[in-house]
C-alpha cells in the first residue's frame, strides 16, 4: 500500500498536556522538539549521542502486546519525535518544580551535594525518577544500574549515589536519625574491611584524625540531614493519560509524515511491512534509531524514507519454542533481558549457557536509556564489526527469519551472514523478523566476554562468543564455535582454529594449540582501523584462555564421569573465570564542625547546599542556550578546516546558498576590526589563506534554524594545498618545532649531586593530553544593540573580561561598548577561557545587524577546542641506597598546537611543580612548548601542575623499585620539612603535608592491607592487587602576578536585601554559594537575604578569569572589603539604634542618604618570581593533601577495579565543606579519568577520531572507588586567605595518581610472576591496553609488536 499522501497528525502528550502536531519533520529529535518547540530547557543537550543522559526523559505507553503500561528512559537526542505517536513525555518540569514541591529525586539530589554545574542534574534526576516509577523501592545495585547511561564532570558521582542511596531498601541506613547510637554515615571506615579509623567518632585522644595535642575538634560526617527530606509517596504521581490509554487500544491506521527531506511511515501489519520495504528497497527500517540517528547526525547521511516497524505484532513477539527463545527483530535489547533473566530462572542451568551469555553482554551493552529502544534486530542488522550480539548469536548458531513480500525464509547466523563491512547476505527488499536463540544442550558450554576502555557504556575493543559441545560422557570436543568482534570488518569465526580443536580433548595441549592457532587466525595488520594492535590480538587469546579454564571448571563440576578425564585447575587460576561483580559501595566524608558557639546564622563553615541546586535538579537553572529566542534571531555553524597544515586555495560558499533558510557566509573579510586575536596575538578570528589545525575557524554559516546552518555549513566547498604537519611531539623534537621562550629553573650543583649519588637512573613518562568535557559545550549568544556599535553577549565563558576585549578588538569598538553577561556555565574546567566561538559569533551579529546564537555540538567542540597539554618527561636521578634523591635533571615538553594560548603559564606551573612534595637538593630542568598543528591545547584543572608532579612520581617509584624499597618509605624520606626551601626558593610555611601524609596512613590502614595484597597476590595468577599513597603540594596563585586581583560590587536595597556581583564566574564549583556565604558573615546578615544574578562587565571590569582556583580567595577578599565599606557607612546609624533590625538600619541609611552600594578591591600582595634569577615569590600559599588508592588488575584482559581511596586534604578552615569535599572528589575523579582512562586519538595527519562520548571515555558511576572516604585536615587556618580558608579546586586532581601507581604496583606483581623484575614504562593514562601489554606473559609474546617504522599506525601519540 502506498503511504498516505495526506499528512497525519502527530498526537503524544508531554507532561500531561496534549501535543497535536500537524507538521512534524521527522528528522526533528524529541530533544529539538521539547527545547524548541515546547520551550521545554530543563531536557539538556549534552552530546546529541546517547552517550551522557543530559537529554534523559521519560516514555510511557500502552504495550498493547503485554497489556500494561511502560516506563522507560530514553535519550531524547536520538528520539525521533515521529516515534511518539500515542507516547506520553515527562520531562524533568513534569515532576516538580521550585515554585511549589520539588520531587523527592529533585530534593534528594540537591541536598546532598550532587549537582555542581547542574547540567547533568536533570538527566540523572529522571533516570531516578523512572526507577521509582518503576519500582518505588529500589535496591542499591538497581540505583547504580539505572545511570548507566549518564555522566557527570563535576561531582565525582559519590553525592548522587549517596542521596539516592535513602531510597533504597538494602541500604541500612537511618539518615543518622540514630545519630548517637550508631548510624553507618558516621565513620563508614570503621564498618569497612580493615579500616582502622574510627571516622573521629571515638572523638577523645585514641582517634588517629584527632593528632597531637589535647584541643577537642569536633568532627562530623553529616553534610546533608536526610530526616529532612520528604517522603517519596508513589500514588502521587501523575496517572498516563487516559485518552492515551484508550487510543492506544484502539485499532491502528498506517501512518506518514513528511518532513523536508525525509518521510517516516508506520505500517500496522507485516503484509504493508513487506509491501512497504518492495516499494523502498532502500528505505531504513528504524526501531530505537540508535544507530540511524547517529548515521544522520555524526555521518551526514540522508535517509529518505524511514520504515517504522514498532506496531507489527510479529516484530514484537517472544515465543518458547522447542529449540529455543524467538524473538520479533523490534524487542528492544531491556525487553530481551527481562524475558531472558525470566526464562533462566525457570530452566535448568545447562540448558540456558547461551542466554545466560546474552545477558552477561547485555549487562554491559550502552545504558539504560539506550536499551530500552534500541531493537535486537537493529543490533544485527547494523552489522557492525564490534556488535557484541553478533558473536554470541553466531557462536550460538542463532535462527534468524526473513521476511519479504515473497514469504519467509530463515537462515542460521554463520560466517556467511557478514558479507563485508555493515553488510549482509539479507535482500534489500527483506526484512528481519525473528531470532531465535537456541537453548543449550547436555555436555554444551558458552562464553561471551567484551573488553571495552570503560565498563559500563562503552562499544567493544574485542568481544566473543564461544561454545563447546562434548561427545556424550567425555572431555572430548565434538563441536567448537569461537566468534570474535573487533578482529575484522565483520564478526568472524576463527573457523581454523575451531576445525583443529574438533575431536580433541580439552586439557593444556589443547589450550597452547588453540593459542598458536588463534595467534595466527586473528592477524590484524599493525595498520589496522581501531588501533591498539597488540592488545587485541592478546585479548582473542585471553578471552580463550578464560573460557578454557571456565569449561574446565563446569567440566569438574558437571559429571563424575569427566571428573577425571580433565586436569585440576591451579586454584590461583580459579580468580581468572570470575566475572566481574560490583561490591557494596561505602564512604565518609569528615570536616570539623564550626566552633561551639558560631551563631546559627553565620554559615561560614557549614555545608550550604549550592544555591542553584534545586534549581538545578527542577530544570529551571538557566544556561546560556535556554535563553529564550528573539524573533529575528539566527543561528551559526562554524566552517572549520579538514586539514592540519595547508594553503586555503578558494572557498565556495554557492551551494549553501540553496539550502533552506540560509542567510548568509561570513568570513575574515567580514571582520571589521581586526582579525588578528588571541593571547599572545597569534591567532585568528577567521583563518585567510592558511590553516594550522584540523578544525581552524574558517568562517561560518547564519541561517533560520540549526539544522539549515548545519546543513549550508556542509554544503560549503573549500580547496587546500596540503603541507606536512608536525603532528606529536617527537616530530616536534626532531624538527625543533618549539615556542620560542625556553624556561629553566636551577638549583644547586647537579654535576656534584650526581657524583655523590649511589645510583643514577634515566627515564622518560609519556601523559597523554584531555578532553575538558565540560557537560554544556561552549555557547553565544549576540545581541546588537543598534547603537554606538554596543552588543550584549550572553556567554558561557569563565573570562567575561577577555572575551569583551577580544570582542572589541573584532568589531573595531572600544570595551565599553560590549557587555558580557554570564549566568552560569556547564562546567569549565578551564576549557571556558578560550574565546574561540564568541569572536566568531559576534562577527556574525554586527554583519547581519541580528542576534546570533551558536551553541557547538559536542564532535565540533572537542575537533575545535584544545583541552590538557601531553607532556613528555625525560629525566635523569641520582640517589642514594636509602631512596634520598640528591640530584635531578630532567626537560618538559609540552604540546602546545598551533598557538601560544596559555602553554607557557601551563609550562612554567609545571615546572614549578617538578618536586611534587620532595626536597630535591639540586635541579636542573627546562621545558619547551612543543609548536605543533594540533588545535591549541589551554587551561585544564592544574594547569600544567599534574603533569610535572606525575613525572615526579614516576622516577620516584623507580628509585624505590631500584632501592628494594617500600615506596612508601623512599617518598616519606624525601618528603618536604617545614621551613625547607623549595627548587624555586619558596620557603614552606605552614606545611601541613606530613600531617596528612600520617593521617592518611593510619585512617586507611596502609601496612595491614598492604600485608592482605600481599597475600591475595601470592593466592591469584591472574587478577593482581596493587596499592600506594601519593602526597601532592599545590601553589596557589596566578604565576602571572597581576592576575591575582579581584573585584566586587554590593548593593543593598531599601528592604535590605542585598544583590552581589564579583569578578568570578559559576561553573558549578559552587563560587557564588561561597561568596553569599562570605558576605553573609561580613555584613551579619543571613544568606536569604543575599543574591547573586551574574558576573557581567558592565558591574564588575578588568575581571581576572576563574581559574587557578584562587576565584574564592580573592573574590572572597573584594566581597569583604565592599561589605566593610558598607558596614563602616552604616556604623553610626548603629550605634544610634543598637536594638534595631538590619532592615531598620538600612532604611534609616537610605533616609539620610547614606550610599548603599560598595566596590571592593584586592590583590594578593609580594607576589612575583623570575625564572632567571630563581627568586621572588610566585605563590601565595600550598595546598596540600595525600591519597591512598588501592586496585585490582585482571591480568588477562587489562581490565581493573578501583577498591577504595582515602583522601586527607587541607582546606584550611573550610568556608563550606560540602563544596569544598565536592571539589576534592570531582577533582579525584576528574584525574582518575586522565591517569587511568581519557585517551584522545589522531591520526598521523591530526585528525582528531575521538570527538564525543562514543570513543571518548570520561569516568562514568561505575568507576569511582567502591570505598571512598574523604576527611578534611581539621585545625588548620590558613592566614592568607579569606576566613582562613584554603583553594580546592585543582590541588586534590593530581591525587587520583595514587591510583595510577597502584596499578602500576600490580603489575610488578603480575611480571613478576612472569619472571620480570625490572623497572618498567608505563605511560599516562594505564588504560586496558597499557595494563595488558605490561603484563607480559605467555599471551602477550604470543603477539608481538611489528617492528615501528615499517608501517603507518592508526593513531599516534602526539
Ligand atoms: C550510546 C550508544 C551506545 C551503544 N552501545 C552499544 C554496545 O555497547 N554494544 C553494541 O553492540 N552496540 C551498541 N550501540 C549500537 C546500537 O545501539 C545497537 O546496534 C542497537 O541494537 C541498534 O538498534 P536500533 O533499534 O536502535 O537500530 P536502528 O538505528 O533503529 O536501526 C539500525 C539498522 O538496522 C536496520 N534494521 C533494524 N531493524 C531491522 C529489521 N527488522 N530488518 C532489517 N533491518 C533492520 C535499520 O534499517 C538500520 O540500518 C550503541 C549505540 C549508542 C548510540
Ligand atoms: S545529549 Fe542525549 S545522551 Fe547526551
Ligand atoms: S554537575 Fe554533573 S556535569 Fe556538572
Not at 260 to 287: C, D, F, G
Not at 314 to 336: K, P
Not at 825 to 833: L, S, V, Y
Request: net charge neutral.
Amino acid at each position: 500500500m502506498a503511504p498516505n499522501e495526506t499528512r497525519d497528525e502527530l498526537i503524544f502528550f508531554v507532561n500531561g498536556k496534549k501535543v497535536v502536531e500537524k507538521n512534524v519533520d521527522p528528522e526533528t529529535t524529541l530533544l529539538t522538539y521539547l527545547r524548541r518547540k515546547l520551550g521545554l530547557c530543563g531536557t539538556k543537550l549534552g552530546c546529541g549521542e546517547g552517550g551522557c543522559g543530559a537529554c534523559t526523559v521519560m516514555i510511557s505507553k500502552y504495550d498493547p502486546f503485554r497489556k500494561k503500561i511502560l516506563h522507560h528512559t530514553a535519550n531524547a537526542c536520538l528520539f525521533p519525535v515521529c516515534a511518539l505517536h500515542h507516547v506520553a513525555v515527562t520531562t524533568v518540569e513534569g515532576i516538580g518544580n521550585t515554585k511549589s514541591r520539588l520531587h523527592p529525586a529533585q530534593e534528594r539530589i540537591a541536598k546532598s551535594h550532587g549537582s555542581q554545574c547542574g547540567f547533568c542534574t536533570p538527566g540523572i534526576v529522571m533516570s531516578m525518577y523512572t526507577l521509582l516509577r518503576n519500582k518505588p523501592e529500589p535496591k542499591m545495585e538497581d540505583i547504580e544500574d539505572a545511570f548507566q547511561g549518564n555522566l557527570c564532570r563535576c561531582t565525582g558521582y559519590r553525592p548522587i549515589l549517596e542521596g539516592y542511596r535513602t531510597f533504597a531498601t538494602d541500604s541500612n541506613c537511618c539518615g543518622r536519625v540514630a545519630n548517637d547510637t550508631g548510624c553507618c554515615r558516621d565513620g563508614g571506615r570503621e564498618n569497612s574491611m580493615n579500616g582502622g579509623c574510627c571516622g573521629g567518632k571515638a572523638n577523645g585522644p585514641g582517634c588517629c584524625m584527632n593528632g597531637i595535642g589535647d584541643s577537642v575538634t569536633m568532627l562530623s560526617s553529616s553534610l546533608f540531614n536526610s530526616s529532612e527530606f520528604q517522603p517519596l509517596d508513589p500514588t502521587q504521581e501523575p496517572i498516563f493519560p487516559p485518552e492515551l490509554m484508550m487510543q492506544s487500544q484502539a485499532q491502528q491506521k498506517q501512518l506518514c509524515f513528511k518532513g523536508e527531506r525525509v518521510m517516516w511511515i508506520q505500517p500496522t501489519t507485516l503484509k504493508e511491512l513487506v509491501a512497504l520495504k518492495s516499494q523502498h528497497p532502500n528505505a531504513k527500517l528504524v526501531v530505537g534509531n540508535t544507530e540511524v540517528g547517529i548515521e544522520m547526525r555524526l555521518k551526514n547521511m540522508l535517509y529518505p524514507v524511514i520504515i517504522a516497524p514498532a506496531w507489527i505484532p510479529e516484530m514484537n513477539a517472544v515465543q518458547q519454542t522447542e529449540t529455543g527463545v524467538a524473538f520479533g527483530a523490534a524487542c528492544t535489547l531491556s525487553s530481551v533481558e527481562e524475558v531472558l533473566k525470566k526464562v533462566v530462572a525457570e530452566l535448568p542451568p545447562y540448558k540456558t549457557e547461551m542466554f545466560q551469555a546474552v545477558l552477561e553482554q547485555l549487562r554491559w551493552f550502552a545504558g539504560p536509556q539506550i536499551r530500552n529502544v534500541a531493537a535486537l534486530g537493529g543490533n544485527i542488522m547494523t552489522a557492525s564489526p564490534i556488535s557484541d550480539l553478533n558473536p554470541v548469536l553466531m557462536a550460538s548458531g542463532s535462527k534468524l527469519t526473513l521476511a519479504s513480500n515473497e514469504g519467509k525464509r530463515t537462515i542460521t547466523m554463520d560466517e556467511k551472514f557478514f558479507t563485508g563491512y555493515r553488510k549482509t547476505i539479507v535482500k534489500p527488499e527483506e526484512i528481519l523478523l525473528s531470532v531465535e536463540i537456541p537453548y543449550s544442550k547436555k555436555g554444551e558450554y558458552f562464553s561471551a566476554f567484551k573488553q571495552a576502555s570503560r565498563r559500563e557504556d562503552d562499544i567493544a575493543i574485542v568481544t566473543c562468543g564461544m561454545r563447546v559441545l562434548f561427545q556424550d560422557g567425555t572431555s572430548r570436543v565434538k563441536e567448537i564455535k569461537l566468534s570474535y568482534g573487533g578482529m575484522a570488518p565483520t564478526t568472524i569465526l576463527a573457523l581454523k582454529t575451531c576445525k583443529d580443536l574438533t575431536g580433541r580433548d580439552w586439557n593444556e595441549k589443547l589450550l597452547q594449540d588453540a593459542c598458536r592457532s588463534l595467534a595466527g587466525e586473528m592477524e590484524l595488520s599493525p595498520s589496522a582501523p581501531g588501533g591498539m594492535v597488540e592488545f587485541r590480538r592478546t585479548l582473542t587469546l585471553s578471552f580463550f584462555f578464560k573460557f578454557y579454564l571456565t569449561v574446565l571448571q563446569k567440566l569438574s563440576k558437571s559429571h563424575s564421569s569427566t571428573k577425571n578425564l580433565c586436569e585440576p585447575m591451579p586454584s590461583n587460576y580459579l580468580s581468572a573465570t570470575e566475572l566481574f561483580h560490583k561490591d557494596p559501595i561505602a564512604n565518609a566524608q569528615l570536616f570539623q564542625e564550626v566552633p561551639k558557639g558560631q551563631a546559627v546564622e553565620d554559615m561560614v563553615g557549614r555545608p550550604l547546599v549550592h544555591v542553584s541546586a534545586a534549581k538545578q535538579a527542577c530544570g529551571e537553572a538557566v544556561y546560556c542556550d535556554d535563553i529564550p529566542h528573539y524573533e529575528n534571531e539566527l543561528y551559526l555553524t562554524l566552517v572549520t578546516s579538514t586539514k592540519a597544515h595547508a594553503k586555503i586555495l578558494s572557498v565556495d560558499a554557492s551551494e549553501a546558498q540553496s539550502v533552506p533558510g540560509f542567510v548568509c557566509f561570513v568570513s575574515a573579510k567580514d571582520v571589521p576590526g581586526s582579525n588578528i586575536t588571541g593571547i599572545a596575538n597569534d591567532e585568528t578570528v577567521f583563518a585567510e589563506d592558511m590553516v594550522t589545525c584540523v578544525g581552524h575557524i574558517i568562517g561560518a554559516v547564519l541561517a533560520d534554524t540549526q539544522e539549515h546552518s548545519r546543513r549550508a555549513a556542509r554544503a560549503v566547498k573549500i580547496r587546500y594545498e596540503e603541507l606536512k604537519p608536525i603532528v606529536t611531539i617527537q616530530e616536534a623534537i626532531e624538527k625543533q618545532s618549539f615556542f620560542k621562550s625556553i624556561k629553566r629553573i636551577k638549583k644547586g650543583d647537579v654535576k656534584k649531586g650526581f657524583e655523590e649519588s649511589d645510583h643514577i637512573l634515566e627515564g622518560e613518562m609519556y601523559l597523554g593530553g584531555q578532553e575538558h568535557f565540560y557537560l554544556e559545550t561552549h555557547s553565544t549568544l549576540a545581541v546588537p544593540k543598534g547603537e554606538d556599535g554596543e552588543m550584549e553577549l550572553f556567554v558561557s565563558t569563565q573570562n567575561p573580561a577577555k572575551t569583551q576585549e577580544f570582542t572589541a578588538n573584532a568589531l573595531g569598538v572600544p570595551s565599553n561598548r560590549i557587555v558580557v553577561r554570564v549566568k552560569r556555565m556547564g562546567g569549565g574546567f578551564g576549557g571556558k577561557d578560550s574565546t574561540i566561538l564568541t569572536t566568531a559569533v559576534a562577527v556574525s551579529a554586527f554583519k547581519t545587524g541580528r542576534p546570533v546564537r551558536c551553541m557547538l555540538d559536542r564532535d565540533e567542540d572537542m575537533l575545535i577546542s584544545g583541552g590538557r597539554h601531553p607532556f613528555l618527561g625525560r629525566y635523569k636521578v641520582g640517589f642514594m641506597k636509602n631512596g634520598k634523591v640528591k640530584s635531578l635533571e630532567v626537560s618538559y615538553y609540552c604540546n602546545g598546537g598551533n598557538s601560544v594560548d596559555l602553554s607557557y603559564g601551563v609550562l612554567d606551573r609545571a615546572l614549578l611543580h617538578l618536586d611534587n612534595s620532595y626536597n630535591i637538593p639540586n635541579v636542573s630542568s627546562t621545558g619547551f612548548v612543543c609548536k605543533t598543528n594540533l588545535p591549541s591545547n589551554t587551561a585544564f584543572r592544574g594547569f600544567g601542575g599534574p603533569q610535572g608532579m606525575m613525572i615526579a612520581e614516576c622516577w620516584m617509584s623507580d628509585i624505590a623499585r631500584k632501592c628494594g624499597l617500600p615506596p612508601e618509605e623512599v617518598r616519606k624520606l624525601n618528603l618536604y620539612h617545614e621551613g625547607d626551601l623549595t627548587h624555586f626558593n619558596q620557603k614552606l610555611e605552614g606545611f601541613t603535608l606530613r600531617r596528612c601524609w600520617d593521617e592518611c596512613l593510619s585512617s586507611s590502614s596502609y601496612h595491614a592491607r598492604k600485608k592482605v595484597i600481599e597475600e591475595f597476590n601470592k593466592q591469584n595468577r591472574w587478577k593482581k592487587r596493587g596499592m600506594c599513597i601519593i602526597p601532592t603540594k599545590f601553589g596557589i596563585s596566578f604565576t602571572v602576578p597581576f592576575l591575582n586581583q579581584a573585584g566586587a560590587l554590593v548593593h543593598v536595597y531599601t528592604d535590605g536585601s542585598v544583590l552581589i556581583t564579583h569578578g568570578g564566574t559559576e561553573m558549578g564549583q559552587g563560587l557564588h554559594t561561597k561568596m553569599i556565604q562570605v558576605a553573609s558573615r561580613s555584613l551579619g546578615v543571613p544568606t536569604s537575604k543575599i543574591y547573586i544574578s551574574e558576573t557581567s562587565t558592565n558591574t564588575v571590569p578588568n575581571t581576572s578569569p576563574t581559574a587557578a582556583s584562587v576565584s574564592a580567595d580573592i573574590n572572597g577578599m573584594a566581597v569583604h572589603n565592599a561589605c566593610q565599606t558598607i558596614l563602616k557607612r552604616l556604623e553610626p546609624i548603629k550605634q544610634s539604634n543598637p536594638k534595631g533590625s538590619w532592615e531598620d538600619w538600612i532604611k534609616a541609611a537610605y533616609e539620610d542618604c547614606v550610599s548603599l552600594s560598595a566596590t571592593g578591591f584586592y590583590r594578593i600582595p609580594d607576589l612575583g618570581y623570575s625564572f632567571e634569577k630563581n627568586e621572588g615569590k610566585p605563590f601565595c600559599y600550598f595546598s596540600y593533601g595525600v591519597a591512598c588508592s588501592e586496585v585490582e588488575i585482571d591480568c588477562l584482559t587489562g581490565d581493573h577495579k578501583n577498591i577504595r581511596t582515602d583522601i586527607v586534604m587541607d582546606v584550611g578552615t573550610s568556608l563550606n565543606p560540602a563544596i569544598d569535599i565536592g571539589q576534592i572528589e570531582g577533582a579525584f575523579v576528574q584525574g582518575l579519568g586522565l591517569f587511568t582512562m581519557e585517551e584522545l586519538r589522531y591520526s598521523p595527519e591530526g585528525n582528531l577520531y575521538t570527538r564525543g562520548p562514543g570513543m571518548y571515555k570520561i569516568p562514568a558511576f561505575g568507576d569511582i572507588p567502591t570505598e571512598f572516604y574523604v576527611s578534611l585536615l581539621r585545625d588548620c587556618p590558613n592566614s592568607k586567605a579569606v576566613y582562613s580558608s584554603k583553594a580546592v579546586g585543582e590541588p586534590p586532581l593530581f591525587l587520583s595518581a595514587s591510583v595510577f601507581y597502584a596499578i602500576k604496583d600490580a603489575i610488578y606483581a603480575a611480571r613478576q610472576d612472569s619472571g620480570v623484575t625490572e623497572p618498567f614504562r608505563l605511560d599516562s593514562p594505564a588504560t586496558p591496553e597499557r595494563i595488558r601489554n605490561a603484563c607480559v606473559d605467555i599471551f602477550t609474546k604470543m603477539c608481538p609488536s611489528a617492528e615501528p617504522g615499517t608501517f603507518k599506525p592508526w593513531c599516534v601519540r602526539v
